[in-house]
Each structure stands twice: as C-alpha cells, then as structure tokens.
C-alpha cells in the first residue's frame, strides 16, 4: 500500500518498475522436531489452521483482524503523515479518540490474550513485534496492525529481490530528473549563520540550499555538525531506547535443501526469554530464535541452478561486543538446529558464508551503537517525542529515515521522505 500510493503520486504502479508475487505460504514456523504449520496465504485456510491450534479461535482472529485493520487503516491516515514538529498537531478530539480505539496505550501481550490462549498463537502474533524495539508487555497494542499486513494484506516478494524496488525507486527518480551520486562519503557540513552552506564529501564540496540528512541520526549531529549545532547531547541519545539489532549470515550451499519454505521462523526455543534478553538484560542469547530467508526456492535468478541462497538472521540487542568467536559460535548452533530440524546435512554443502554484525552496521552505515532498525517503537519514542525530522540550530537542515518519525523500517522510511518532502516545500517552496 505504502509503495503503491509513492507510486501514484506521479502517475505510476510498482509493476511499472518490478514484479511482485504474492507467497503461498506466507511464511513456515517450525516449533520443534517434526512440529511445524505452514501458514496459509488463503483466509480460509489459515481460519481452519487457527482452529486446528485452538478450536473456536478462527473467530477470534475475525475479530481481532477486524481491530488491526481499523488500526492499519486510521493510523495511517490520521497519525503516520504527521510531522510531529509541534504537539499542536495533536490536539484534536478526534485523534484522542482514534488513539483509544486504536489501543495506543495498552499493552499487545495483554491485547493478544484478549483473543488466543494456545501459545503457538501467541508466538505467531507476537513475533512479528519482536522487531519493534520492546517485549510485547512494553508495545502498544496499536502494533497488532502488522498483524493486519502480514495476514490479510499478505507476504509479497519482489522477483529478484528486495533490491529490485531500489533500482525501481532509483530508475523512477532519475527519470524525475534526480541525480544520485554514489559511494560519496559526507564528511561534513559547513553551516555558517545558522544556515548549512556546503556539503563536504570525499568527491569534493556541493553548494546547499536545503539539505535533507537521511543517514543516521546520531552520526549526522555528532560527526558532521559542530557541537553548537547540534540539536541532541550525547547525554540524550545515550538515553534513546533503540530497536534490536542482527547477526546475519549469508549462506550459498551447493545443493537444493528440503524442509525449508521461502520464509521460515524458527522458534524451537524459548521466545520470552529471548526477547528478554533482547530488550530487558541486553546480551547475547542463551538459546535464539532465528529466522532464515531462502528467496531460492521462489526465484531461481537468486541462486545458481541446483544451490540454495539463504540468509539467516538472529535478532539481538544493540551494542553488544561483536567478535569472529561470538559469530561463530552462533553459525554452529543455528547450523546444529538447521540441521537437526530439517533432517538433512548443509554444513558440509556450504560453498559461500559472510557474517554481519554490530561491527558491520557501524563500519558501512554509521548506525549508532550498530543498530539495525532505528529507535524502538516505544510510547515514549513516539511522534514528537521523536528526534524532529527539522534540526533546531541550522535552519536549513532536516532529517529524514527510521531515528526520526515515523519510526523504523522501509514503508515508514519511505513515508518520512514524503513527509519531510512536504515540511521543505511549505517552507522553502
Ligand atoms: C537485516 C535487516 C532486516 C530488515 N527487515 C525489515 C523488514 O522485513 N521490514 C521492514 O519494514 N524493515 C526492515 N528492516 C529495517 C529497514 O531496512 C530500515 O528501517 C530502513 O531501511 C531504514 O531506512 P533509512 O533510509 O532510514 O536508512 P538506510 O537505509 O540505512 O539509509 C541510510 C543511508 O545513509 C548512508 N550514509 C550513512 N552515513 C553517510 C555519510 N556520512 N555519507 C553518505 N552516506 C551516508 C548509508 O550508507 C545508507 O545507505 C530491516 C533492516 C535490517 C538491517
């Protein structure tokens, strides 16, 4: 929906730029040895899977869909377009009433109980949350919208994958006029009178009207602004609660493996304890849960023929200390488990393995404390209680991207463009 209204604001359909295909099924989670569902694209299907779990619960997911929806849509319209620059944005009857009926302040762990007891339930809804920067006793309930998009809106794949929407984005604009200047390093900005002048790259130096800051947050106020520009203290970030971050492996293996879907969850573990140590006690997982992507069984321009491309993501807490030996470690308890549960061997198949981590997140993006989606989604990050997407010191500076509103992750990134897009015309034209 977010990429189809980008679109459209100029005439045009992400069909025009890459192939989308709908995955049936929309993703496998596997809860142990010869203990998996594969959850259904269909809606009848996934009503009687429900019903298999939890007798009577396909009700219950009617009614709780019918709430995520409302949320999905109102939020959408009345909230995520804001640009939180004032608390007057806010102040509307209205919205305090779309804020309570969209459950903006009770918990998701409470709200999820409200509709399923079995546990695999519970995993499936609260998984997708996990992300968002805080154990599902401490998000808004509001967050069931995801919910919503995962189930009814459905699990969508761009045929080549996900950079396929990027050369679509970039293909777009340049036809718009736009000129992209790549592996150009900002390594300052020159402001002078309150006004950023000039932008200082390892390419050379580029005049500025307006300058619109999309790479991290933290890194932007404290490595290209001098202190007396910069709207945030160290003392106020090191206070952000941030969402998690990953340890990733990239794995090309030189067989076709069985077991696996397109997208697989697997949750043989212990997923409060993970997530408690995720956001409560950050460190390093006793027992993960982890997620591995294998876009080679749906698109076969991924992979070699006859290989499997997989990328396996653990999530983790922020700012932790990331060395070859901890990576290790993990890549052989998520193998042993790979294996076992898949009955099948891969490590000795394994031809191509590259590890990502808190070290890489800094190296490549700047990320602050290697984070990987930004601040958390807490009520206490939300809106204006966000860094402002308008610097305070450099009247020509905005920022845009997942530290600012309306938070982490691709459709919100894309809408805070469009949303600081729109703050910069009102005041520059
Ligand atoms: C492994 C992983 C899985 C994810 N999965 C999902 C998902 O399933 N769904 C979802 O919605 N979101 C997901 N996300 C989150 C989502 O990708 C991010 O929230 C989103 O891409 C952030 O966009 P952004 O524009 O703010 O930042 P970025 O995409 O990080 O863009 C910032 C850019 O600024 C550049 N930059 C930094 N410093 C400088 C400098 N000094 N000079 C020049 N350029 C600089 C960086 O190189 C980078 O290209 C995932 C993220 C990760 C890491």
Redesign the pocket.
């Known amino acids: 929906m977010y990429f189809e209204s980008y679109f459209a604001q100029f005439g045009k359909k992400p069909a025009d730029y890459y192939h989308l295909i709908r995955l049936d099924p929309s993703y496998r989670v596997v809860f142990g040895e010869n203990d998996l569902v594969d959850v259904p694209a269909q809606m009848e299907a996934l009503r009687d899977l429900f019903d298999s779990v939890e007798p009577g619960s396909s009700k219950q997911l009617d009614a709780f869909l019918k709430q995520a929806a409302y949320k999905y849509q109102v939020g959408i319209q009345e909230f995520v377009y804001k640009p939180s620059r004032s608390v007057t944005e806010f102040i509307d009857p209205r919205l305090l009433i779309s804020a309570i009926r969209m459950d903006v302040f009770q918990s998701f762990y409470t709200h999820v109980r409200r509709f399923f007891k079995h546990p695999k339930i519970l995993q499936l809804m609260e998984f997708p949350v996990l992300?968002l920067g805080a154990v599902p006793q401490n998000t808004p309930a509001l967050y069931s919208l995801m919910n919503y998009a995962d189930i009814s809106l459905g699990t969508w794949y761009p045929m080549g994958g996900m950079h396929k929407i990027v050369e679509g984005m970039t293909q777009f604009a340049e036809e718009k006029g736009v000129t992209f200047n790549y592996n150009?390093?900002?390594?300052g900005i020159d402001v002078i009178d309150r006004q950023a002048r000039r932008i200082i790259?390892n390419k050379g130096t580029f005049d500025a009207a307006v300058v619109v800051a999309?790479?991290?947050y933290h890194?932007?106020e404290s490595?290209?602004l001098e202190k007396g520009q910069q709207s945030y203290s160290e003392e106020y970030w090191n206070k952000r609660v941030l969402a998690p971050s990953?340890l990733?492996f990239y794995v090309g293996v030189n067989k076709r493996l069985q077991g696996l879907r397109h997208h697989n969850l697997f949750f043989d573990a212990d997923f409060g304890l993970h997530a408690q140590e995720i956001y409560e006690t950050p460190q390093w997982p006793t027992e993960p849960l982890f997620y591995v992507s294998a876009p080679s069984v749906t698109d076969p321009a991924v992979a070699p023929q006859g290989c499997e491309n997989l990328f396996i993501?653990i999530p983790v807490a922020p700012a932790l200390a990331d060395s070859e030996e901890v990576r290790e470690k993990y890549y052989q308890v998520v193998m042993d488990r790979l294996e076992k549960l898949t009955g099948q061997s891969i490590r000795e198949a394994v031809v191509y393995k590259r590890s990502y981590a808190h070290r890489d997140?800094v190296g490549?993006?700047?990320?602050f404390k290697g984070n990987?989606?930004?601040l958390a989604n807490t009520l206490m990050q939300t809106a204006i209680l966000k860094p402002s997407l308008k610097s305070r010191k450099v009247d020509n500076l905005f920022y845009?991207?997942?530290?600012t509103v309306p938070g982490?992750?691709?459709?919100?990134?894309l809408i805070?463009g469009q949303v600081v897009a729109g703050e910069v015309v009102k005041e520059f034209g």
Not at 184 to 187: L, S
Not at 400 to 403: E, R, V, Y
């Open positions: 992300f150009c390093e900002v390594t790259t999309g790479a991290d890194h932007v490595q290209l990953s990733i993501l997140f490549d993006y700047h990320a990987a989606y930004g845009t991207g997942q530290l982490p992750g691709v459709p919100p990134s805070s």
